[in-house]
């Protein structure tokens, strides 16, 4: 290797661990993806987190990067050690970032990389992240876009009845997406009606959450009043409640769908759910083979901590006002589940409506 080829390499490698900066700080996944080999691996020990190959690298990057209020890495020079058509080197960055659920920190690391000759130029065969020191004091400071609206000249929050704009569906579906469910974003719930259709086929045994959004929609009525189902509902309140509460407890655990709402659905890729009796959290927590949950506009916030708001100040009091009118009962929120990823690619799909629709 001549003098002036390890010049031209250590410029390319270090170029490189600045675009992957770059990259990072603007947000374009699919451009970090593509610095590290096909099979290369990205790994957080600290984390912990190992992603291996451009695609886990791409959904894993979105999914952190969905969580995040603002972000700031900067990376200083550090060593190179080349080798023919390899390499290896450490890069210093100092970081510091808020998530929309409120942790934050500042932070200073390593990068442990490992570097191969591609045709594509240069490219990372493994980059380890190692932190040195953690500091999650609160941060004095705020990105511009995340001032609050108390004399920021922002709008006000909206509230809990509002229905998110389209930007925020938008970065909730790719949020979830990259979590492992599948995510659609539909008109109103007469696409949704549609949808169902497609997505259960006709004989299949479906429960249905208790929902508003449901009953409202009319899906609670396709599944349960037109026999093209094997509807577990009506069977369940055919069942003595005295003497047959174990066969209730399992037709509702496992049915092959459950077809629900949520309270809830965060900008950050998360489900909640809340429940009295706790009688739908088995299926939609993972017992049914396949999940669907249709989701009013105004179910979005951005993150889990308002999610948990939304349920206590606004979904519980007006289903507490339907359960007295209709059991003569209040409601309590007995179970909460939280959903933050579908470990089965293919059996949770969230519809996501622009039209708000149930509370």
Do not use: C
């Not at 008109?187 to 004989?203: C, M, N, S, T």
């Not at 979904?315 to 933050?340: F, I």
Request: charge should be negative; glycine fraction near 10%.
């Amino acid at each position: 290797m001549t003098d002036f080829q390890a010049v031209a390499d250590r410029v390319e490698i270090e170029a490189l661990r600045g675009e992957f900066t770059d990259a990072a700080m603007m947000r374009d996944r699919p451009r970090l993806a593509s610095l590290f080999t096909p099979d290369g691996v990205l790994r957080m020990p600290n984390i912990p987190v190992e992603q291996v190959g451009r695609e886990e690298i791409l959904a894993g990057g979105e999914r952190l990067q969905a969580q995040w209020d603002f972000f700031v890495q900067n990376t200083h020079p550090g060593t190179i050690q080349l080798d023919g058509d390899t390499a290896t080197g450490r890069a210093y960055i100092q970081e510091i970032a808020r998530t929309l659920d409120g942790r934050q920190g500042l932070n200073y690391a390593v990068y442990h990389d490992r570097y191969q000759r591609t045709e594509e130029g240069w490219r990372f065969a493994e980059r380890v992240y190692e932190v040195r020191y953690l500091d999650t004091s609160p941060l004095a400071g705020t990105a511009p876009q995340s001032a609050r609206s108390s004399g920021t000249g922002q709008a006000p929050a909206r509230s809990f009845a509002d229905p998110a704009s389209a930007e925020q569906l938008e970065r909730t579906a790719a949020a979830l997406r990259a979590g492992g469910f599948a995510a659609e974003i539909l008109d109103d719930a007469a696409a949704a009606r549609v949808r169902i259709k497609d997505l259960v086929p006709e004989g299949a045994g479906v429960f249905t959450g208790a929902s508003e959004t449901l009953r409202l929609s009319g899906i609670d009525e396709d599944i349960n009043g037109s026999g093209r189902y094997d509807a577990i509902r009506p069977r369940v309140l055919a069942v003595d409640r005295a003497t047959g509460a174990d066969e209730i407890r399992r037709l509702v655990a496992a049915p092959d769908f459950v077809v629900n709402s949520v309270a809830a659905v965060t900008e950050t890729g998360s489900l909640v759910l809340a429940s009295g009796s706790g009688s739908q959290i088995p299926a939609n927590g993972g017992g049914a083979g396949h999940a669907i949950w249709i989701v009013g506009a105004q179910k979005v916030v951005p993150d889990l901590s308002t999610a948990l708001r939304r349920v206590e100040e606004h979904a519980l009091p007006l289903e507490n006002a339907r359960a007295q009118a209709v059991y003569g009962m209040p409601s309590a929120v007995n179970r909460l589940l939280v959903l933050n990823a579908e470990p089965r690619p293919g059996r949770g799909t969230v519809l996501l409506l622009r039209e708000a629709i149930g509370y």
